[in-house]
């Protein structure tokens, strides 16, 4: 059974930064592209990043280049999802996704049941 | 960058009744379009993908069709599990793959 579960999130301040994480299993995790994906506070999905099964390619949407970095541990079976300067608009549940195919890099067809990041003084 | 817009934004049906949700795209994304359903507390599931092929374990009660920049997800029977968000995201500009505002279907 494919899982995917994300740790890290938690309360930071504006400025500050976190380290989230996202424990694979199930599958072989090295076959995969990976992405992290958010959703503020009852609001809709946004796409976050990508990353290439050896890591050597990476995407991500505009508002947080620079600033986010998606990599990840294939002998540890784990994506990991560097946050820097964060602010408030990033407040969001972050999921792990598995992406089905470097051909469709935009379905993503297991995710995890996410973790909250909050942003605030 | 391409911009997906959902309508209705709550859609109220019935049990037993079908459902007809709507999603636009800013400039045509061919058949790259994906439907996911999201249930309150619950991580997005994959419904249907290539907007017309069902995804592993979904039921034949969901159907999606269209192409270019109109797409319809269509769920002929709604049984009580299905009153959720649906998202549509299309993947044929990547990146970034936009997503839809959403269509929440409730109970009637």
């Known amino acids: 059974e494919v899982q995917l579960v994300e740790s890290g999130g938690g309360l930071v301040q504006p400025g500050g930064s976190l380290r989230l994480s996202c424990a694979a299993s199930?599958?072989?995790?090295?076959?995969?592209?990976m992405s992290w994906v958010r959703q503020a506070p009852g609001k809709g999905l946004e796409w976050v990043a990508n990353?290439?099964?050896?890591?050597?390619?990476?995407y991500s949407v505009d508002s947080v280049k620079g600033r986010f970095t998606i990599s990840r541990d294939n002998a540890k079976n784990s994506l990991f999802l560097l946050m820097n300067s964060l602010r408030a608009e990033d407040t969001a549940v972050y999921y792990c996704?598995?992406?089905?195919?470097?051909?469709?890099?935009?379905?993503?067809?297991?995710w995890g049941q996410g973790t909250l990041v909050t942003v605030s003084s | 960058e391409i911009v997906m817009t959902q309508s209705p934004d709550t859609l109220s049906v019935s049990p037993g009744e079908r459902a007809t949700l709507s999603c636009r795209a800013s400039?045509?994304?061919?058949?790259?379009l994906v439907w996911y359903q999201q249930k309150p507390g619950q991580a997005p599931r994959l419904l249907i993908y290539?907007?017309?092929t069902r995804a592993t374990g979904i039921p034949a009660r969901f159907s999606g069709s269209g192409s270019g920049t109109e797409f319809t997800l269509t769920i002929s029977s709604l049984q009580s599990e299905d009153f959720a968000v649906y998202y549509c995201?299309?993947?044929?500009?990547?990146?970034?793959?936009?997503f839809g505002g959403g269509t929440k279907v409730e109970i009637k």
């Open positions: 290539g907007a017309s």
């Open positions: 199930g599958f072989t995790f090295s076959s995969y592209w």
């Open positions: 400039q045509s994304v061919s058949s790259n």
């Open positions: 996704a598995r992406v089905v195919s470097y051909l469709y890099p935009g379905i993503f067809d297991y």
């Open positions: 995201q299309q993947y044929n500009n990547w990146p970034p793959g936009a």
């Open positions: 990353i290439k099964q050896d890591g050597s390619e990476e």
